[in-house]
């Protein structure tokens, strides 16, 4: 079974809309972590934002945020005002275990392109 | 300063040769990992090294060796490859820390095996 679910293999957005891109996930685990990467074309992966499965608030930073629904288990990455730089492919990721001995689960993707 | 550095940052080879991927860290972080990413494909996670020691091996064939061997550098040797093993091969590193042991990516090594 997937533990991470993209359905959006590809989204357009128009300049300087926000944008919502969804990530549910399936674990049994009550201590793990959500993460949003995005890559370039160029293939390096950026890490964007971090939700942990005790964190009460949902994570921002700067233009990002995490709509965290634990019940619903679902961690949904929000982009403010986009911008032309933002187009890339996103990934929502899981990490279960501990330290030294995690693994971190990606989705299979967003390919979100963004419209002057 | 979050940067993990990966060369080359393309290869090919042949089926028969034997190279090597380094990636570095100087970010003081103790858990370093090589992931494998297929063309439009998620990344998959091949080995995990913590305090450079080997603690996952995600069933990895043996024709891909890791080796770690300081706190700083991380290899990936080839050897024998096939042209199924073309890909973009990723290094990341992280630190135990509060903040949610976050992953921090090399910009990867392409590798096509002809």
């Known amino acids: 079974a997937q533990k991470i679910t993209q359905t959006q293999p590809g989204m357009f957005v128009q300049e300087k809309e926000a944008v919502t891109l969804d990530c549910t996930y399936d674990?049994?685990?009550?201590?793990?972590?959500l993460f949003w990467y995005k890559q370039p074309s160029s293939g390096e992966m950026i890490f964007l934002i971090y939700?942990?499965?005790?964190?009460?608030q949902n994570a921002t930073e700067g233009r990002y945020s995490l709509n965290f629904q634990k019940a619903r288990k679902s961690a949904n990455l929000v982009i403010s005002a986009s911008q032309l730089g933002d187009s890339a492919m996103y990934f929502c990721?899981?990490?279960?275990?501990?330290?030294?001995?995690?693994?971190?689960?990606f989705g299979t993707g967003t390919r979100l392109t963004i419209i002057p | 300063d979050t940067e993990v550095t990966q060369t080359p940052k393309h290869l090919v080879m042949g089926m028969t040769n034997k190279k090597s991927l380094k990636c570095e860290q100087h970010?003081?972080?103790?858990?370093m990992y090589w992931y494998k990413q297929k063309a439009k494909k998620p990344p998959e996670l091949m080995f995990v090294?913590?305090?450079?020691?080997?603690?996952i091996n995600e069933s990895v064939p043996s024709r891909f060796s890791p080796e770690c061997p300081n706190s700083s550098l991380l290899n990936l040797h080839l050897h024998a490859l096939q042209p199924e093993d073309s890909a973009l091969y990723l290094c990341?590193?992280?630190?135990?820390?509060?903040?949610?042991?976050?992953?921090?990516f090399g910009a990867g090594t392409r590798l096509s095996v002809l």
């Open positions: 990721a899981m990490r279960e275990g501990n330290f030294g001995n995690e693994k971190l689960t």
């Open positions: 674990t049994s685990d009550q201590s793990y972590g």
């Open positions: 990341a590193s992280s630190q135990e820390d509060f903040g949610g042991n976050i992953q921090y």
């Open positions: 970010m003081g972080h103790r858990a």
């Open positions: 090294y913590s305090y450079e020691k080997l603690s």
């Open positions: 939700q942990g499965s005790y964190d009460e």
